[in-house]
């Protein structure tokens, strides 16, 4: 059984989730049966999205690569990272260190193209992963469309998401996000990813429009930790 390494804290409520998110899926009957696991929470990585708008990017690269390094010394065998805006860095991270790094993004369209054969989707996110074009790069490899918020919506999500980071989680930033989903759905879009590791935090239950990236991560993780299916791939049964 591998280690995982997972590098949080963007923001540290996420990190919580995403780590329930692995216990979820591991197919335990008592203690020894769950994956061995090092969170490293560092809450002090500068704000991804302030990083990418101001193109002061080197600060933010180096505590990412540095937190990596961390999880790696400390025997992680592979790093997943519950944050989207910060894989735009994920080039530099898979550099900094000697195991695996997993690409979320990369993962997520895969599973949207591969398991739920969608061809569009509608994307909720931060401006900064907005503004890099993680997704929609990831999007062209994998013949999927991604579309955005205009504007004023988009300012809209990210006025939710700071309000979530603040541990706001009323029921009037729901009311936003489907306002924002109303707007998708009249340009056809149905199914939207919540590409922003806070967004899920505002949702009780799973919602058939909503997948959830942190959803997909943790399945590759378990996955790839039991060695139940080639790295970096999720069989139909996962979904």
Known sequence: MKTIGILGGMGPEASIF???KILDNTPAQKDQDH??????????????????LS?????????LEESAKILEEGGASFIV???????????DIKAAVNIPVFDMIEE???FLVEN????????????????????????EAFSLEILIPNQFLSQKVME?????????????????????????????????????????????NETEWALDPMDVL?????????????????TQEAS
């Open 218 to 234: 943790a399945r590759v993780a378990v996955a790839e930790a039991l060695n139940s299916v080639p790295v970096s791939r999720i």
């Open 18 to 20: 995403f780590y329930q």
């Open 116 to 139: 739920l054969q969608l061809k569009k989707v509608g994307l909720l996110s931060t401006i900064g992963t907005q503004k890099t074009e993680v997704f929609q790069k990831k999007g």
């Open 55 to 63: 193109n002061q990017l080197e600060k933010t690269a180096k505590a």
């Open 160 to 204: 939710v998401i700071g309000e979530i980071k603040k541990g706001n989680k009323s029921k009037t930033l729901l009311q936003a996000i489907e306002e924002v989903r109303i707007w998708f759905q009249n340009l056809g879009v149905d199914q939207l990813v919540l590409g922003c590791t806070e967004l899920p935090l505002l949702f009780e």
């Open 81 to 91: 990272i519950p944050c989207n805006t910060a894989h735009f860095w994920i080039e």
């Open 108 to 110: 997520t369209v895969r």
């Open 35 to 52: 994956i061995p696991t090092l969170i490293y929470s560092n809450p002090q990585i500068p704000n991804r999205t302030d990083a990418i």
